[in-house]
Nanobody, 121 residues
Framework: QVQLVESGGGLVQPGGSLRLSCAAS????????MSWYRQTPGKQRELVASITSGGSTNYASSVKGQFTISRDNVKNTVYLQMNSLKPEDTAVYYC???????????????WGQGTQVTVSS
């Protein structure tokens, strides 16, 4: 089992910045992809950004140039730097990791508990 602990959410004014962190712990699990998703009430959870173990990144078109995802493979931690925040970025942000246990072929996915980001004046 993998545990994900998220931090860094909160209330910020429009135009401000926040940095989210998500630390993964669990033995024997090889993380391949780390991602951030977000969800607002009544809407589906959407992918914000993802990063592979090799450092390849993918962003939702709505956050390109505004958010930056990065990871520390030693600490098994993924970060989301969010700049120039807008009220429409308000959501619960969830961390997700994808990986495998040893040589087993099955891929596992784990979710964090979510952290609230509110952009408001």
């Amino acid at each position: 089992q993998v545990q994900l602990v998220e931090s860094g959410g909160g209330l910020v004014q429009p135009g401000g910045s926040l940095r989210l962190s998500c630390a993964a712990s669990g033995s024997g699990f090889s993380i391949r992809v780390m991602s951030w998703y977000r969800q607002t009430p009544g809407k589906q959870r959407e992918l914000v950004a993802s990063i592979t173990s090799g450092g390849s990144t993918n962003y939702a078109s709505s956050v390109k140039g505004q958010f930056t995802i990065s990871r520390d493979n030693v600490k098994n931690t993924v970060y989301l730097q969010m700049n120039s925040l807008k009220p429409e970025d308000t959501a619960v942000y969830y961390c997700n990791v994808e990986g495998r246990y040893g040589l087993r072929p099955r891929t596992y996915y784990y979710w964090g508990q979510g952290t609230q980001v509110t952009v408001s004046s």
